[in-house]
């Protein structure tokens, strides 16, 4: 008699569970910019907002771009457990809410958050199972250059970021994926992450999110 193999014990229509994406990446690399093109495409990704008690520039959207919170209220969400991880970042605290991750993956919906390499390690600790992507411009020239047009940093704020920035590209062996964002081809990038998520879910053993 032939044995079954576990294989044979799934059914091919059996939805794959919800993936985890974490995407990180210097200053300058083009998070922000990507995770709105992604929205434009229609790709079915939730994205989760962060919270972050930095002020609002002038062409950001509260709740969009970020949820913009004051101290008080970010400790607040501290003490209540209400955060997956939080750090100050030059000066500022930033945070993922957790209660939107949990709704979205108990309601089937890939989800995908943006933190730095710092967050992103505390997720690693938390969450393996979540998917990391590292994204970044394709040198640090580039990077400069991206973070001077910005005009948001003072030229000593400039210099730390750029500091920082050299040790975050360190931190790459954290994640499973790198995508490189070169300048004018924002749909490439969107286009592999769509790509990852096919080849996630094509995995013979799923990654299962508990949170």
Same mark, same amino acid.
């Given at each position: +008699?032939?044995?079954? $193999?576990?294989?044979? $014990?799934? /059914?091919?229509?059996?939805?794959?569970?919800? %993936?985890?994406?974490?995407?990180?990446?210097? $200053?300058?690399?083009?998070?922000?910019? =990507?995770?709105? /093109?992604?929205?434009?495409?229609?790709? @079915? =990704?939730?994205?989760?907002?962060?919270?972050?008690?930095?002020?609002?520039?002038?062409?950001?959207?509260?709740?969009?771009?970020?949820?913009?919170? *004051?101290?008080? !209220?970010?400790?607040? +969400?501290? !003490?209540?457990?209400?955060? &997956?991880?939080?750090?100050?970042?030059?000066?500022?605290?930033?945070?993922?809410?957790?209660?939107?991750? #949990?709704?979205? %993956?108990?309601?089937?919906?890939?989800?995908?958050? !943006?933190?730095?390499?710092?967050?992103?390690?505390?997720? #690693?600790?938390?969450?393996?199972?979540?998917?990391?992507?590292?994204? +970044?411009?394709? *040198?640090?020239?580039?990077? $400069?250059?991206?973070?001077?047009?910005?005009?948001?940093?003072?030229?000593?704020?400039?210099? &730390?970021?750029?500091?920082?920035?050299? !040790?975050?590209?360190?931190? &790459? @062996?954290?994640?499973?994926?790198?995508?490189?964002?070169?300048?004018?081809?924002?749909? /490439?990038?969107?286009?592999?992450?769509?790509?990852?998520?096919?080849?996630?879910?094509?995995?013979?053993?799923?990654? #299962?999110?508990?949170?």
């Amino acid at each position: +008699m032939t044995r079954a $193999s576990p294989r044979d $014990s799934l /059914r091919s229509d059996q939805p794959s569970p919800p %993936l985890l994406i974490v995407l990180s990446g210097p $200053s300058g690399a083009g998070k922000d910019a =990507l995770l709105a /093109r992604l929205r434009e495409t229609g790709c @079915p =990704l939730e994205c989760i907002t962060t919270l972050t008690t930095r002020p609002r520039r002038a062409k950001e959207t509260d709740k969009l771009d970020y949820h913009f919170v *004051s101290t008080d !209220k970010f400790q607040e +969400m501290i !003490k209540n457990n209400e955060l &997956l991880e939080w750090a100050n970042v030059y000066g500022n605290w930033y945070g993922v809410p957790k209660q939107p991750i #949990k709704s979205a %993956l108990e309601n089937g919906r890939d989800t995908i958050v !943006k933190v730095d390499t710092q967050g992103a390690a505390t997720i #690693k600790r938390l969450l393996p199972q979540a998917v990391f992507v590292f994204l +970044m411009p394709p *040198s640090a020239e580039l990077l $400069s250059e991206r973070l001077t047009q910005r005009r948001t940093e003072s030229p000593f704020d400039l210099a &730390l970021r750029l500091k920082t920035a050299r !040790k975050e590209i360190e931190q &790459l @062996p954290l994640f499973d994926y790198l995508i490189i964002n070169r300048c004018g081809e924002i749909d /490439r990038a969107a286009a592999q992450i769509e790509a990852i998520i096919t080849a996630e879910k094509c995995r013979a053993e799923p990654r #299962k999110i508990a949170l």
